[in-house]
């Protein structure tokens, strides 16, 4: 069974910066296309970030420039490191994995296969 356990959230002022970590057990994380989601009050969950398993990255329009996802292979590892945080980036984060099957294009949110409880980042202004 493969787990995904995320950390890194926190409180943060607007202009700060973050840096969330999911750790994989379970599974052979180099096969999974890795992604980060989230989840704001009343609204749909969304994708971030994505991080296939060939490393190409894909990222929402509102975070280019700002957040980078990356991923460490050797530790069963995908970081999100945000930076110039906004209030609007408050929302619950979830790492979630694909099984490899989706190529040249980030995974649609309900083929991941898996997905962490979540980590909160909130951004006061």
């Known amino acids: 069974q493969v787990y995904l356990v995320e950390s890194g959230g926190g409180l943060v002022q607007a202009g700060g910066s973050l840096r969330l970590s999911c750790a994989m057990s379970g599974g052979t994380f180099s096969n999974y296309n890795m992604a980060w989601l989230r989840e704001a009050p009343g609204k749909e969950r969304e994708l971030v970030a994505a991080i296939m398993r060939s490393g190409t990255t894909y990222a929402l329009d509102s975070v280019k420039g700002r957040f980078t996802i990356s991923r460490d292979n050797a530790k069963d590892t995908v970081y999100l490191q945000m930076e110039s945080l906004k209030p609007e980036d408050t929302a619950l984060y979830y790492c979630?994995?694909?099984?490899?099957?989706?190529?040249?294009?980030?995974?649609?949110?309900?083929?991941?296969?898996?997905w962490g409880p979540g980590t909160q980042v909130t951004v006061s202004s």
């Open positions: 979630a994995a694909e099984s490899g099957y989706v190529r040249g294009r980030p995974p649609s949110l309900h083929e991941y296969d898996y």
